[in-house]
């Protein structure tokens, strides 16, 4: 029997993940408020799956407006169930579909960032901290939205000068929603994701992103 063959990414839609801030300073920030809103319009626009962590903040705004442009939008919840998500997380539910996983957030984290092709850093603080070091570690493409604050502002300081590792090719940053977009869909398909839990470290030399 032939081993089933991936479908071409230009067969389907690309599923994009929006993590940042969903408690703290950045979400009274307007200016971030704004480009969450921007953030989520494009995602609809370009014909793209989006998907959250099912939590409030700048995430939901991008959510909210993802929706409103007609979008298909997924939240990965920690919840174990609708009521626990909406009454003990304090969440809201808003979404086409909400998966809950039970998982808490931290476990959740890994269950939303190998959902997504690739992701978008808004704002951000330890939570969001917390996926972005999935999504480097995992391979998955990450856009970072600069100019709203939180850990989006600091990643290639994080990175390179306080964990002394380098900047992955497919990391690509923007201050304009729209043109990170862009630069993240060709980080997409210009580096294909590994085909193994800790691929970047394990798999052929030919699907490793060096970094």
Do not use: W
């Not at 862009?182 to 691929?199: F, M, N, R, V």
């Amino acid at each position: 029997m032939e081993a089933a063959s991936i479908p071409s990414m230009a067969n389907r839609k690309l599923k994009i993940g929006i993590m940042g801030s969903a408690s703290g300073p950045q979400i009274e920030n307007q200016h971030a408020r704004d480009k969450a809103m921007l953030l989520g319009q494009e995602v609809a626009r370009r014909g793209h799956v989006f998907i959250n962590g099912a939590c409030p903040g700048l995430p939901n705004d991008a959510m909210l407006a993802a929706k409103a442009e007609g979008g298909m939008t997924i939240g990965i919840s920690p919840a174990f169930s609708e009521y626990e998500h909406v009454n003990e997380y304090m969440s809201p539910h808003g979404h086409d579909i909400i998966i809950f996983t039970g998982m808490g957030f931290m476990e959740r984290d890994v269950i939303n960032i190998r959902s997504c092709d690739g992701i978008v850093i808004i704002g951000g603080g330890i939570g969001t901290l917390n996926e972005f070091t999935i999504a480097y570690d995992e391979g998955r493409a990450i856009g970072i939205l600069t100019g709203t604050g939180g850990i989006s502002d600091h990643i290639p300081h994080i990175v390179e000068e306080l964990c002394h590792r380098h900047m992955s090719p497919n990391i690509v940053f923007d201050d304009d929603p729209k043109r990170l977009l862009e630069k993240l869909e060709t980080a997409i398909q210009a580096y294909p994701l590994p085909i193994h839990e800790d691929g970047r470290v394990k798999d052929t030399p030919e699907t490793k992103l060096r970094g």
